[in-house]
């Protein structure tokens, strides 16, 4: 059976754009996932972070995936550790960080895993490029469009750094 999820990829250290785009690939190789689209490259500042924290660039994804939600965390965290990612620290910059923001409509809450991502409502880094992708995807627990949730603020917040072309398949 073949869900859809949706993946926030993160960087705010080092050549962040091609971060971004190297973890793009791995996804794009690794076998059970398939890429289906991807949103523009955004900057926002560094959110409930030191002062003087690099700003991040975000990018989302939608995937295809043979995976149960907690088997593509395990691979998401495989490509994590390949950029030397070691530590999932919130407060702490990062060459790359991937976010399962949703899996299909699943709700999940374990310890390892929170689907749909908790803070996901409260990021507009992260709503801004979703919705990019698919402006009528609705949260699981509200059922409200998630569009629904952003406001003129936000669009100021996160700036569209780049588009990006078609997906490549």
């Given at each position: ?11 705010n250290?080092?050549?962040r754009?091609?971060y ?12 059970g996932?398939e ?6 490259v955004?900057?926002?500042?560094a959110?409930?972070?030191?002062n ?34 070691t ?7 990062r060459?790359?960080?991937l976010?399962?923001?949703l899996?299909d ?22 709503l801004?490029?979703l ?6 995807l609705?949260?699981?627990l509200?059922?409200r469009?998630l569009?629904d949730?952003?406001?003129d ?8 750094k ?8």
């Amino acid at each position: 059976m073949t869900s859809t999820a949706y993946i926030l990829i993160g960087s705010n250290l080092g050549d962040r754009e091609k971060y971004l785009s190297s973890a793009i690939a791995m996804i794009k190789e690794t076998p059970g996932l398939e890429l289906c689209d991807r949103s523009s490259v955004y900057s926002s500042e560094a959110q409930q972070m030191a002062n003087g924290t690099p700003s991040f660039l975000n990018q989302a994804v939608k995937v295809k995936t043979e995976f149960t939600s907690s088997e593509l965390l395990t691979a998401l965290q495989t490509i994590e550790q390949a950029f030397g990612r070691t530590d999932k620290g919130k407060q702490l910059s990062r060459t790359i960080d991937l976010d399962i923001l949703l899996y299909d409509a699943e709700i999940v809450e374990t310890e390892r895993l929170t689907i749909p991502h908790p803070e996901l409502l409260n990021r507009a880094f992260a709503l801004i490029p979703l919705i990019e992708i698919d402006p009528e995807l609705v949260h699981p627990l509200t059922g409200r469009r998630l569009k629904d949730y952003l406001n003129d603020e936000d669009f100021k917040l996160v700036r569209q750094k780049e588009e990006h072309g078609p997906v490549i398949y």
